[in-house]
């Protein structure tokens, strides 16, 4: 950017100015590198505690621009001075504020005087004591167009950072977990139930419940704070040891995090909400779908991945003919949409964009899925029972649930080695080129190994010859699938544009699914790579 | 000639009114080219394309162009941007380093070519086929189609002295009306080219597009471009990245020009006898001035020569008046003294007698 705008100038002055300016930046450069203000390569890098001040900005437009300010900068300072950060923020109700030096916002000049006085009076101070100080002239603080970089990233309290906060409160749930009695104002808890923070604390301060941002930063350093003070194992209290990524990083993961008591089932029949027994009609009914909701509690990091806004069952919200309090999305939507990350399809998708599966997702058009019959069997299993449709919180659906999911078996293993050829030899197409042998088994086992410890794999490939259509695609899965000269002709026309011609379809398959799989080979694209040039 | 500011500012009102009548004449048309019914097209798509060079090749052969330095396999030509020559009718150009991108470069054979709408010879011609051809037997080698096209595809052939032509895609005219695929066409392993009507390609197109929402960038570039091209591109990466221009607009054109180029004709026909007619107006302004000038210049005159005759008169009447009296006086005094000189000698006769004074003769 900088460098953009020294070029401009240059451009608008004659060239002796240019030169002239030339100097100037390059004296500026040396005198800033000897002045040794912040090492550049640490601002390059960015920092995760920078706020911008523009707390005047809910008074009017502002008159000077916001002021760039590092946070544990500041900290730091303080922890040297032996002062804490009761220097800076007040305390209300055993809480500090988060607003500097007052508690709330009176009038503009009001919170003006507060910065102007406390910052420039302790940066005047350190001055005249002769000891590092900030910055006490108006330029300095109100920077135009700062170019700074904050690597600032939002945290996650994940399994792992929620079974270490478990641990460390020996299972006191209410430490952190509560709810609200609008009667009383008061907060109360009630054991198993729980619920992530977002569920209560939005984005913005809302009647009686503060933001999320507020109620983490009181709720979350005030913990942390006391625990240091008591010499015990605290978490960071600083802006960068929660919102720095490199910080991030370096917390402790549990790898395998028990799981969190919540009553919450290991097996369940996706609720509807519609009525048990023997429902009218029974023909329009899809067959219930059991959910393996402990498995699934494995793959994901959090409740919120499926539970977006509470934990209560997706039907108490997304009823079958669609609600205001699910906005309108009907069930089938909240469990079928392609494109949402919190349905069924919508994340099983998601993981078809890993390079194991691209190599032949990438090539299946979306929302193909929903339009297999097969596809809707493997969720909504049609086996011969008793009462298809138990009461949802009866007894006998808990045990459907755990039986179907029992019937439900992963496909694991694949097409006998002997079964699958081991070269294919592509004659038809010599031109320029030698015929090219397709080396098919080593492809085909490549495939399989990409997906062996797949679960998701495992249930929905239904055959062993699923893997097959990856290649062998609009065809009945089969070990004796038809050539691909049986649909593909020999030469692209302008009669079929919708169907490539041989030549292409071979190119298209084999170059697509390299490239989505991440595979080394080829080397390059030169035509001679994979195929010998012809005598 | 020096002309007044005021005489300017009217000369421009009166040619703005004569411009602003003709513009509203043409916007009550409501004629809009929308391409021809039938043409054929290309379709490119971008994410299919390897950067084999094939295309190229099989353009060079079809069209009997000179072979290049480089032979077509050699894709280390792909380094470096090119664009189209007078002996390469179409190139393939590579975008990004490590996961390239390549887009085939050639005439996109507008709808409405701005080649056609620039040429004043009419070297080129948009058949019904989608084809934009040029004709060498009328080409004066302007080079105005080079300027006006907006995606730099005309070439000039400079290194020939005598018979030098512009050179450029013709989409396989002569093949595609033997009902043979383009050249390129033909020889895409990938059928990142794909030839067929103008309709049903961008159905294709569009149905590729919706299968494939992860792959494609929702627009299919031509379609609308400069009034829309014959040939089609779909891309994944945005067509700014791919170097193909966002700035074009969706005007042809010869609408854009229209205005400039329609201007023409009125202001060769109409400005003539407009600024004749201003010229006439002022001469006539001029010389009814001149004989008003000239009237009162004689009026002045003869009043002047009549004041002064009156005054001649007058001073010759006094002259005249001066005159008589002197010669009265004259007169009167010969008289006097002729009186005078018979006393004398009436005196003399008598003297003889007396001496008397001669008093009065001295007097006289």
Redesign the interface.
């Given at each position: 950017m900088q460098g953009i705008g020294k070029m401009g100038i240059k451009k608008i002055y004659p060239f002796g100015m240019g030169i002239l300016l030339c100097g100037v930046f390059v004296l500026a450069a040396v005198w800033t590198a000897a002045a040794a203000v912040p090492p550049a390569e640490a601002l390059a890098l960015g920092r995760a505690d920078l706020i911008v001040i523009d707390g005047l900005k809910s008074f009017g437009p502002l008159e000077r621009p916001p002021v760039p300010f590092y946070h544990d900068k500041h900290t730091d300072a303080m922890v040297k001075q032996n002062k804490d950060c009761s220097a800076c923020h007040e305390t209300v109700k055993d809480k500090l504020s988060r607003k500097f030096k007052r508690v709330q916002d009176n009038s503009k000049t009001a919170v003006m005087d507060v910065y102007h006085d406390q910052c420039i009076g302790c940066h005047k101070e350190r001055k005249s004591a002769n000891k590092a100080g900030g910055p006490v002239t108006c330029g300095e603080c109100h920077i135009k167009d700062a170019m700074l970089r904050s690597t600032w990233q939002a945290i996650t309290l994940d399994k792992s950072l929620h079974y270490r906060h478990v641990k460390a409160n020996e299972k006191k749930c209410e430490t952190c977990h509560h709810e609200f009695n609008p009667q009383t104002k008061a907060l109360y808890y009630t054991k198993g139930d729980e619920g992530a923070c977002l569920y209560c604390h939005k984005k913005k301060t809302e009647e009686n419940r503060i933001s999320n941002r507020l109620a983490s930063h009181q709720a979350c350093i005030a913990c942390h704070r006391q625990l240091a003070a008591k010499d015990k194992d605290a978490g960071p209290a600083q802006c960068s040891g929660c919102h720095d990524p490199r910080q991030q990083a370096l917390l402790e993961k549990i790898a395998d995090p028990p799981r969190m008591e919540r009553n919450q089932p290991d097996a369940v029949l996706v609720k509807t909400g519609l009525k048990g027994g023997n429902p009218e009609p029974v023909t329009n009914r899809m067959r219930p779908v059991p959910f393996d909701h402990r498995a699934h509690e494995g793959y994901n990091n959090s409740c919120r991945q499926c539970h977006h806004a509470d934990l209560k069952s997706c039907a108490t919200c997304h009823t079958v003919q669609g609600d205001e309090e699910g906005r309108q999305v009907k069930l089938a939507q909240a469990m079928h949409q392609n494109d949402a990350r919190n349905s069924c399809v919508g994340c099983h998708k998601q993981q078809q964009a890993e390079p194991a599966c691209a190599g032949c997702h990438?090539s299946i058009?979306?929302g193909r899925s929903l339009t297999s019959e097969a596809a809707c069997k493997t969720c909504h299993m049609n086996i011969p029972v008793e009462n298809p449709y138990p009461d949802e919180s009866s007894a006998e659906s808990k045990s459907m649930a755990a039986d179907l999911l029992a019937a439900r078996k992963p496909v694991v293993e694949t097409v006998p080695v002997d079964q699958i050829p081991e070269t294919v030899t592509i004659q038809s197409l010599t031109h320029d080129y030698e015929a090219v042998a397709l080396p098919h088994r080593k492809i085909v086992l490549k495939l399989a190994a990409g997906v062996k410890d797949n679960r998701l794999a495992a249930y929905f490939h239904d055959a062993p010859t699923t893997l097959c259509q990856g290649c062998h695609h609009n065809s009945p899965a089969t070990v004796k699938p038809p050539q691909c000269g049986s649909c593909h002709g020999r030469?692209?026309e302008?009669l079929n544009?919708?169907r490539?011609?041989l030549?292409?379809a071979y190119?298209?398959q084999c170059?697509q699914c390299h490239?989505k799989m991440g595979l080394e080979k080829p080397v390059?694209?030169?035509?001679?790579t994979c195929h010998a040039k012809r005598k | 000639m020096s002309i007044s500011r005021r005489k300017f500012l009217g000369w421009m009102g009166a040619a703005s009114l004569t411009s602003a009548v003709g513009t509203s004449a043409r916007a009550a048309s409501n004629h809009e080219f929308k391409g021809y019914e039938d043409s054929m097209a290309v379709l490119h798509d971008i994410t299919r394309c390897i950067g084999c060079r094939k295309c190229e090749g099989a353009c060079n052969t079809v069209n009997d162009l000179p072979k290049p330095e480089k032979p077509f396999d050699d894709l280390t030509v792909l380094e470096e941007k090119r664009r189209t020559t007078a002996k390469a009718y179409t190139v393939v150009n590579q975008f990004g380093g490590q996961a390239p991108t390549f887009v085939k470069k050639q005439c996109n054979h507008c709808q409405e070519p701005a080649c056609a709408s620039a040429c004043f010879v009419k070297a080129f011609t948009k058949t019904p086929e989608g084809a934009v051809v040029y004709n060498e037997k009328v080409c004066v080698g302007c080079r105005y189609c080079m300027i006006a096209c907006p995606f730099e595809i005309p070439a000039y052939e400079y290194d020939e002295p005598f018979t030098p032509r512009i050179m450029k895609c013709t989409m396989c005219y002569p093949r595609i009306t033997k009902g043979l695929l383009p050249g390129c066409v033909e020889a895409c392993p990938t059928e990142a080219l794909v030839f067929g009507k103008r309709q049903a390609l961008l159905k294709v197109a569009r149905q590729r597009i919706a299968d494939y929402p992860d792959r494609y960038v929702d627009h299919i570039y031509g379609e609308k471009e400069m009034g829309g091209t014959n040939w089609l591109y779909l891309t994944s990466k945005p067509y700014g990245e791919v170097g193909m221009r966002e700035d074009l607009g969706n005007t042809p054109a010869p609408k854009l020009t229209k205005g400039a180029l329609g201007a023409v004709p009125m202001v060769v026909g109409l400005w003539p006898v407009l600024l004749t007619g201003i010229y006439a107006i002022n001469k006539r302004k001029e010389k009814i001035a001149a004989e008003e000038q000239h009237a009162a210049v004689d009026e002045a005159v003869a009043q002047t020569n009549a004041e002064a005759e009156a005054k001649l008169a007058a001073a010759m009447e006094k002259a005249a008046q001066n005159q008589e009296a002197a010669v009265a006086r004259e007169v009167k005094k010969a008289l006097e003294e002729a009186a005078k000189a018979a006393a004398e000698a009436e005196a003399a006769k008598d003297e003889k007698g007396s001496d008397a004074p001669d008093g009065t003769s001295e007097d006289a």
């Open positions: 990438s058009v979306k030469s692209s302008a544009l919708t490539p011609g030549m292409a190119h298209q170059i490239d390059s694209r030169e035509c001679t | -």
